[in-house]
């Protein structure tokens, strides 16, 4: 759908613009989070327990008619009992006005984190990446896969290692340990918290494989 010139026109007006952005938290999140509930198949009591709301609250929230029915923290609950991301951030009008414009049913859905394919679609690009790297003559670090893995193969075998089981080199001291579970995510979230890891698994990556697996052998 295109722009109309009457839109374009009325944008021209700073407090219809303000109106326009408006109407669009205001009444675009409650339709959404229906869109969100009714994907699931959950009834507005099954949503409110699994955000730990009370039912009206999500009746609430639902209706447009209803101001000021959600803050912020409101909206990160119910992230969080869809399995979703909650993405809020500035923008210019232009890309909401596309937004509306491009607006369906189908628009406001969105997959939980079991359902979305970005995942296994990592997981298996970071197989395919040590299998092509075991036939090294000798175990070295490949490289930094996904958000914390280490691809390291070599005597004819391949796995992806994070921090916690990492070679005893200085970059397995340089890095806290993990818990015993862990995955593709934890390290993005320890390497906001501890500055200066990257730089010293850049410098690991820069160093030989001989010099990089000393502390192995």
């Not at 970059?171 to 918290?193: D, I, Y």
């Amino acid at each position: 759908m295109k722009i109309s010139k009457r839109l374009i026109a009325d944008m021209k007006n700073k407090e219809y613009r303000d109106a326009f952005v408006s109407e669009h938290i205001d009444t675009g999140i409650p339709f959404q989070i229906r869109a969100l509930r009714e994907q699931r198949g959950l009834t507005q009591k099954e949503l409110a327990e699994r955000a730990g709301m009370k039912q009206e609250r999500i009746s609430a929230i639902e209706n447009p008619n209803y101001k000021n029915a959600f803050t912020l923290s409101t909206l990160k609950r119910l992230a969080s009992a869809f399995d979703i991301a909650l993405i809020v951030r500035f923008a210019p009008i232009s890309q909401l006005v596309d937004w509306e414009l491009k607006l369906s049913p189908e628009s406001l859905q969105v997959v939980s984190f079991n359902e979305d394919p970005y995942f296994r679609e990592m997981e298996e690009a970071v197989k395919q990446e040590c299998n092509a790297a075991s036939s090294q003559p000798e175990p070295l670090i490949l490289s930094l896969v996904g958000n914390g893995g280490l691809c390291h193969a070599g005597d004819k075998k391949s796995a992806v290692l994070y921090p916690s089981q990492g070679p005893s080199s200085g970059l397995a001291q340089a890095l806290s340990p993990q818990p015993a579970k862990t995955n593709l995510l934890n390290f993005g979230e320890r390497r906001q918290k501890n500055h200066g890891i990257m730089e010293k698994l850049q410098e690991e990556r820069k160093m030989t494989p001989q010099t990089a697996m000393a502390g192995v052998r």
